[in-house]
């Protein structure tokens, strides 16, 4: 069983950063996809970053293309999200997802294509 764990939110003033982290409780065997997905009050779950299997490739949301890196480190089954020049409405519950399968550009972005979830970390943007 995929345990994930997110670390590294909290409270930031606008144009501030952050640097979210997800780790695997253990060691996932294959090629997988792992995405990052967030959550604000009100508003349904949305894409924010993904990175292939073999961090080649990464997607983006266009909201955050440009102020996020999203990178991976398969020794240690971690996927980090780097976010720079945070606004307020960044501000949102933020979920690592794993998607074994997800190898089609089309899926990064698909909910249903990832398998495993963590339990989301608050982000907080002031203005």
């Known amino acids: 069983q995929v345990q994930l764990v997110e670390s590294g939110g909290g409270l930031v003033q606008a144009g501030g950063s952050l640097r979210l982290s997800c780790a695997a409780s253990t060691r996932i065997f294959g090629s997988y996809a792992m995405g990052w997905f967030r959550q604000a009050p009100g508003k349904e779950r949305e894409f924010v970053a993904a990175?292939?299997?073999?961090?080649?490739?990464?997607y983006y949301a266009d909201s955050v293309k440009g102020r996020f890196t999203i990178s991976r480190d398969n020794a240690k089954n971690t996927v980090s999200l780097q976010m720079n020049s945070l606004k307020p409405e960044d501000t949102a519950v933020y979920y690592c997802a794993v998607g074994i399968g997800a190898s089609s550009a089309s899926y990064y972005s698909r909910q249903e294509k990832y398998q495993y979830w963590g339990q989301g970390t608050q982000v907080t943007v002031s203005s």
């Open positions: 990175i292939s299997w073999k961090g080649s490739s990464t």
